[in-house]
């Protein structure tokens, strides 16, 4: 089991409203580079996505939710059918969207018991949350040409130093796709 947080990342870290629905000033930088930019398997997920769970925090899977299941292309009947656990202490239905269920208990220890592998798509709180807990084992971001100055960081000043390593960097598009893992 691997934990995998895949992030569309500014290229000084910002990671908050990549599609501008937040209202936030430098929101919608995602998107400036056109929809080709962002659709589709840009993570190069694959098998994981298949044979994996996509852990969101209340935030993302209420947006994802409004999003997804109205899709039919093949990336989306993909997203739709992966089961989904979701982070909350105050939503108390998931029935919105296929396949997701609320979270029991320490988020932790829900992802240590996890057999699958876990993927974590936006969800900041639950990326710093297993960040202090050295849970996460891989990193994808798709980063943008973008410089923000101000916003939610991927990596947040004070926080925990993690060594990685780059398994691979790629041209996609304006973007660059880099995947690091924990070192070993």
């Known amino acids: 089991m691997s934990v995998v947080v895949i992030e569309f990342i500014t290229l000084d870290g910002i990671v908050s409203d990549p599609d501008g629905r937040a209202g936030t000033p430098g929101g919608g930088w995602?998107?400036?580079h056109g929809p080709e930019t962002v659709a589709g398997d840009k993570f190069r997920l694959g098998a994981t996505l298949d044979e994996g769970v996509l852990l969101l925090g209340r935030t993302t899977w209420e947006l994802?939710?409004?999003l997804w299941p109205g899709r039919d292309d093949p990336f989306s009947a993909r997203m739709n059918a992966v089961p989904k656990l979701v982070a909350?202490?105050?939503?108390t239905d998931a029935s919105a969207w296929a396949n997701s269920r609320i979270l029991d208990g320490d988020l932790a220890d829900a992802v240590k018991r996890?057999?699958?592998d876990v993927?974590?798509?936006g969800s900041l709180s639950v990326v710093?949350?297993?960040m202090a807990e050295d849970l996460i084992d891989e990193y994808r971001l798709l980063t943008f040409p973008t410089i923000l100055g101000t916003g939610a960081?991927?990596?947040p000043a004070g926080g925990p130093p993690a060594h990685l390593e780059c398994?691979?960097?790629e041209r996609v598009g304006a973007t660059v796709l880099a995947s690091y893992r924990r070192d070993a």
């Open 88 to 91: 909350s202490r105050t939503l």
């Open 114 to 116: 996890e057999r699958r």
């Open 167 to 169: 398994l691979s960097a």
């Open 128 to 130: 710093h949350a297993l």
């Open 30 to 32: 995602a998107f400036r």
């Open 64 to 66: 994802f939710s409004r």
């Open 119 to 121: 993927i974590i798509s």
């Open 153 to 155: 960081r991927l990596f």
